[in-house]
């Protein structure tokens, strides 16, 4: 049970018994599943209250369960105990209440929530009164005058008009600590359950985006995704603008910008002819004679006009609906979510076909067993160490002639997964695209082939195959690209892509962590042409 919730029904119970509101006190200190020493203590004074003796003495021994040196503990279970005629517990009681206050003449429980100080002379008064009901007079008196002799506050007469009723043979009553004294919480721990707000809310002033000319004591108006203008109808309504000349910054706040440089207009002109811009990230003043409006709209077949820096612009083309697939009975690929510090590895080609399920696989039980033991004995010159991210991290020792058929049905028993839905790439030197094994399902190729300085990199994925598809290449993501619709292909920086087809001359169909769809292709670029491994599965 959370401590705040606990604080809470704790207060609650409290503001209960001020309001003599027993039950209510009671329901609310029953929500609490994890009761304390304190809380308990403040449900057996309800019970008290109520007059239900039998549900107190449970609650208090439940108290003492809970803090077995609570003095004031057994000094009220013992009054309860008188009143239930439990006589021989009773007198238990207070010489164990006796005994915890190691010496003490009082014992103040304010610092504990309670506002009540237990005296040496109550607990000795109670005591006599246990005698008087046992019929041991003498006892009883005896007791009494010790109390006599105690030290401290709070007596007043009490014991001298005890003494008199024991000569007289009458029978003391208990003490016990007055109706409404319960152990509450600490104030400070009491309002800290209140939510506070230090830093108040944020409100906007100035918008330095240049796609909002909007400037002014209102919050923020919703951009659109990207950082890049909006698209125009014509090259006079952008505020984009191309320097005819190059210019030199001849006083404070003005630019130093080359000749034919794209800025972005931010203000309008002032009265000596100077302008706010925005160039390669820093604002400054220009003359508006200098600028003319730049033309940002692609061209067909020419890319060279975009803005040289921030996302590229979206591309001319409307976004094409997603392409017909051919009917499948297999089930759509799933996603495969990767560690944060692994790049996603994309999809294998087809020329990684499982194998038949009629041919057994080469690598048993035994087999891993005898590996495991042959590479227990030491590392040989022969060996290689080989790491495999997939959902995490794993790493195995095997001989530097094992054929690749066989690590991947090792690795496959080491993650629990079919071998024939692990995919195994790695990364030639020098390159980011994951390319597949090339002889993973084909005799002869051994890891000799892609091991470093006895060591291996492999990045494993677990997908269903791609049903009758080709995969024409792969492409490295440039920029995150956000979904704008069910048929679109979400990716981040730096992941691999397969090509599945090209739509037109700006919208590509790719393949990237189990998902299929289009996407624009100037987010991603083509890092070596020479990869075409392709067929159909």
């Keep these: 049970m959370l401590y705040t919730e606990l604080l809470r029904l704790w207060d609650e119970a409290v503001q209960a018994v001020d309001a ?3 039950q209510g006190a009671l329901a609310k200190l029953k929500e609490i599943t994890e009761p304390t020493s304190r809380t308990l203590f403040t449900a057996a004074s309800a019970h008290l209250s109520l007059g239900q003796l039998d549900l107190a003495l449970k609650a208090l021994d439940l108290t003492i369960a809970k803090d077995e040196r609570l003095a004031v ?16 517990e009773a007198l238990s009681d207070c010489i164990w209440a006796q005994k915890h206050m190691r010496g003490n003449i009082v014992i103040d429980y304010k610092q504990l929530g309670l506002r009540f100080k237990l005296y040496s002379w109550q607990v000795l008064y109670n005591a006599a009164a246990v005698y008087c009901r046992m019929g041991q007079w003498e006892q009883a008196k005896e007791v009494l ?34 109706e409404g004294l319960v152990f ?4 400070q721990d009491v309002e800290q359950l209140q939510q506070r707000d230090f830093l108040g809310k944020a409100k906007v002033i100035s918008s330095m985006i240049p796609n909002d000319d909007f400037g002014g004591f209102e919050p923020l108006r919703l951009q659109k995704p990207g950082f890049y203008e909006p698209k125009v109808d014509g090259a006079q309504d952008s ?13 404070p706040g003005q630019l130093t910008v080359p000749g034919g440089a794209m800025v972005f207009l931010f203000g309008e002109e002032d009265r000596d002819g100077m302008a706010t811009v925005i160039y390669d990230g820093q604002r400054g003043l220009l003359p508006m004679s200098l600028l003319e409006p730049a033309e940002v709209k692609t061209t067909k077949g020419k890319k060279e006009n975009r803005v040289p820096s921030g996302i590229p612009l979206p591309p001319e083309l409307k976004p ?9 009975p297999a089930a759509p690929p799933q996603a495969v979510r990767f560690a944060a510090d692994t790049p996603p590895p994309s999809y ?14 080469k690598y048993t039980a035994n087999a891993a067993s005898d590996q495991y033991a042959s590479s227990s004995q030491g590392a040989k010159a022969d060996s290689l160490v080989v790491k495999v991210h997939y959902t995490y991290t794993v790493a195995l020792s095997v001989p530097l002639d094992t054929p690749y058929h066989e690590l991947k049905e090792r690795i496959a028993q080491k993650l629990g997964q079919p071998a024939s839905h692990l995919r195994l790439r790695h990364k030639q030197h020098g390159s980011q695209v994951l390319i597949p094994l090339s002889g993973e399902v084909e005799p002869g190729h051994t890891m000799q082939e892609v091991a470093e300085a006895g060591r291996a ?11 009758n598809r080709t995969i024409l290449y792969q492409m490295v993501a440039l920029y995150d690209y956000a979904a704008q619709g069910s048929e679109d292909l979400e990716f981040s920086e730096g992941d691999t892509i397969d090509i599945l087809g090209e739509v037109n001359e700006e919208w590509l169909e790719g393949h990237c962590a189990g998902n299929i769809g289009i996407f624009p292709s100037c987010f991603a670029y083509r890092e070596n042409a020479s990869i075409t491994q392709s067929s159909e599965l």
């Design 20 to 22: 003599k509101d027993w």
């Design 73 to 88: 503990g057994f000094f009220q279970r013992a009054a309860v105990m008188m009143q239930l005629d439990r006589l021989e």
């Design 145 to 178: 005058l010790s109390a006599s002799q105690e030290r401290g506050g709070g007596r007043g007469g009490n014991v001298e008009v005890a003494l008199d009723s024991v000569a007289r043979k009458e029978v003391l009553a208990p003490l016990l600590v007055p």
């Design 184 to 187: 509450r919480p600490r104030k």
């Design 239 to 251: 505020r984009y603008m191309r320097m005819q000349v190059p210019y030199m910054a001849r006083g």
């Design 320 to 328: 094409p609906t997603r392409p017909q697939a051919r009917p499948s």
């Design 348 to 361: 294998t080609t087809a020329t990684h076909a499982p194998l038949p399920a009629s041919e057994p696989p």
């Design 457 to 467: 990199t492999l990045w494993c994925q677990s997908e269903d195959p791609l049903a």
